[in-house]
Nanobody, 122 residues
Framework: QVQLVESGGGLVQPGGSLRLSCAASGSIFSINAMGWYRQAPGKQRELVAKLTSGSTSTYADSVKGRFSISRDNAKNTVYLQMNSLKPEDTAVYYC????????????????WGQGTQVTVSS
């Protein structure tokens, strides 16, 4: 079982910055990808940014040029640097990890964090 602990959310004014962190722990043999999703009230959960083990990053069009995803492999931690925040970025942000639990088990599993609230408002 894998646990994800998120931190860094909060209230920020438009144009401000926040940095989210997500640390994965538990039965992890290897990580395929880590990423961030968000869900605003009344909307579906959407991908914000994703980073594969091969360092390929993917961003939602709405955050390109403003958000940056990075990872500390030694700590199994992923970060989301969010700059030039807009009110429409307000949402609960969820961390996700795709991983293999054991060297002998080729199944890729997914785990989610509990979510952290980001509110952009003046």
């Amino acid at each position: 079982q894998v646990q994800l602990v998120e931190s860094g959310g909060g209230l920020v004014q438009p144009g401000g910055s926040l940095r989210l962190s997500c640390a994965a722990s538990g039965s992890i043999f290897s990580i395929n990808a880590m990423g961030w999703y968000r869900q605003a009230p009344g909307k579906q959960r959407e991908l914000v940014a994703k980073l594969t083990s091969g360092s390929t990053s993917t961003y939602a069009d709405s955050v390109k040029g403003r958000f940056s995803i990075s990872r500390d492999n030694a700590k199994n931690t992923v970060y989301l640097q969010m700059n030039s925040l807009k009110p429409e970025d307000t949402a609960v942000y969820y961390c996700s990890v795709s991983y293999r639990a054991q060297w002998s088990d080729y199944r890729v599993k997914d785990s989610w964090g509990q979510g952290t609230q980001v509110t952009v408002s003046s």
